[in-house]
């Protein structure tokens, strides 16, 4: 997913939205682009183990990777966001506009020295996929839960066909960190969490993807951007239109580029004058690694460390924007779970508990931030770091999850948080979708209540709520 969107939308990778995706990120993230947390769990839940592209689970699923079975349609109803512009009659109005908006945009692609002539070759005959308005908004019923996030996406045969990519092509990955200092294990891991090794890529056409999204629905402005930045990859020659095939939201290759990430990140690697992110291995490794270098990654060092948090922590300290040191962390009690020291480090760290108290801490550091910047979920993030852990031959997390726990289902998730609201805890729009503004108020009424205030949304915690 290499996302990005403004990087504050949807998901830059090809990843739709799970439930998991949901959870983990901010209350209204996607990736950067047009995927993001919201595009990439897709794939995962299409039939495969996983993958990193397209269907959110709890959503209708869009056409079968490799295209298989033809795409669903159109719903014909109004879109849960609620927004003006994916209202049905919105939507049907600007679809009867599509072709004029398509050539509206001509003015637009000439000023980024795309020629007239191939405007037409790669516009022509293109018509909506007005399937996308219901990927765009879909509404998961049920989130997936860290744990089985993490399961899915981190197993034995993924491990077992990452550690055959990393052999096949090890002459490349050692280039790139020669050039990039960017971990291989990490670039492995994300292509094998975005597209499953290249076998789940996404079947849709991003030029019309783009164009769709470009004209109708609720991020235009966005999407346009995208859709001439493919236009402009075609024209250069970097790719050619079967190639720019991927998830709805217009992410494709194996590591799940948006079309402006791409023109941000791509590079040729193998000096044959095309940027071949699909397929071309040297070019993917590489564009991928020049991705997190620009990032922020720090050559060398690690993303983050599983912790054991004592009881009676006080969890307001798990925040984002309450970074400190190993050391200070350490001060406060807490302990590597595998007992090892933490290295010495001057760098700063924050506390995820993403399971509450019950279950593992880990301390995130510069790395984990900078995959974040690929898709901005919290899951994701730290699927990426253990994942890229086990191919290095780490061990599993030492410490277990509390499994006995169920996730809140949309209805219960609202519930919740208008309860927090009523309350004087939550001050956004209750909407289903947890995100940093929840656990905070989460954190408020478990502090008031003088229970662990781990801003973990479980049963209990709602059923307490409900007697106050």
């Not at 993001?36 to 039939?47: A, E, R």
């Not at 990490?186 to 769709?212: C, H, K, L, P």
């Not at 191919?391 to 209805?411: D, K, M, T």
């Amino acid at each position: 997913m290499t996302q990005r969107t403004g990087r504050s939308a949807l998901p830059r990778t090809g990843a739709v939205v799970l439930a998991a995706a949901l959870f983990w990120c901010g209350e209204a993230h996607a990736q950067s682009t047009g995927g993001g947390p919201l595009d990439f769990l897709g794939n995962i839940f299409s039939g495969s183990s996983s993958n990193g592209g397209q269907t959110p689970a709890g959503s209708p699923a869009p056409a079968a990777p490799g295209g298989g079975g033809a795409p669903l349609p159109w719903s014909g109803e109004d879109g849960a966001s609620g927004h003006p512009l994916m209202t049905a009659s919105a939507i049907r109005e600007a679809a009867a506009n599509f072709d004029n908006c398509v050539a509206a945009m001509w003015p637009d692609a000439a000023r980024r020295n795309i020629s007239q002539a191939s405007f037409q070759r790669f516009t022509a005959g293109l018509a909506p996929d007005l399937r996308l308005m219901d990927l765009m908004d879909s509404q998961p019923e049920f989130t997936k839960s860290i744990w089985d996030y993490l399961d899915i996406l981190v197993n034995d045969n993924r491990l077992a066909k990452g550690r055959e990519i990393l052999a096949k092509y090890k002459p490349q990955f050692d280039a790139t960190e020669t050039a990039y200092g960017v971990d291989r294990y990490v670039i492995a891991a994300i292509w094998g969490i975005e597209s499953n090794y290249s076998t789940q890529m996404g079947d849709r056409s991003v030029v019309q993807s783009t164009a769709t999204l470009a004209c109708i629905g609720r991020r235009q402005k966005y999407f346009k951007d995208e859709f001439l930045s493919a236009l402009e990859i075609l024209h250069r020659g970097d790719l050619r239109p079967e190639q720019m095939r991927g998830s709805w939201a217009g992410a494709f290759g194996p590591t799940q580029f948006m079309p402006t990430a791409f023109k941000r990140y791509a590079v040729d690697a193998d000096g044959d004058g095309r940027r071949d992110v699909v397929d071309d291995p040297a070019d993917l490794i590489a564009s991928t690694a020049n991705n997190l270098k620009k990032d922020g990654w720090q050559t060398g060092q690690t993303w983050g460390y599983e912790v054991v948090v004592p009881k009676g922590f006080n969890y307001m300290l798990a925040d984002r924007a309450k970074a400190m040191t190993t050391a200070q962390w350490e001060h406060l009690g807490l302990k590597r779970a595998n007992g090892q020291p933490f290295p010495p480090s001057a760098e700063k760290a924050y506390l995820l508990a993403p399971a509450g108290a019950e279950g593992p801490g880990f301390l995130m550091l510069q790395n984990f931030r900078v995959i974040m910047k690929y898709n901005p979920a919290e899951a994701y993030a730290l699927a990426i770091g253990h994942f890229a852990d086990r191919l290095r031959g780490g061990p599993p997390f030492v410490q277990p999850w509390p499994r006995q726990e169920r996730e809140l289902s949309r209805a219960e998730r609202l519930e919740l948080q208008q309860l927090l609201a009523q309350r004087g805890f939550y001050r956004g729009t209750p909407d289903g979708q947890f995100g940093g503004e929840t656990r905070e108020a989460l954190r408020g009424f478990q502090a008031s209540i003088g229970a662990p205030a781990d801003g973990f949304a479980s049963s209990e915690t709602l059923e307490r709520l409900r007697g106050h």
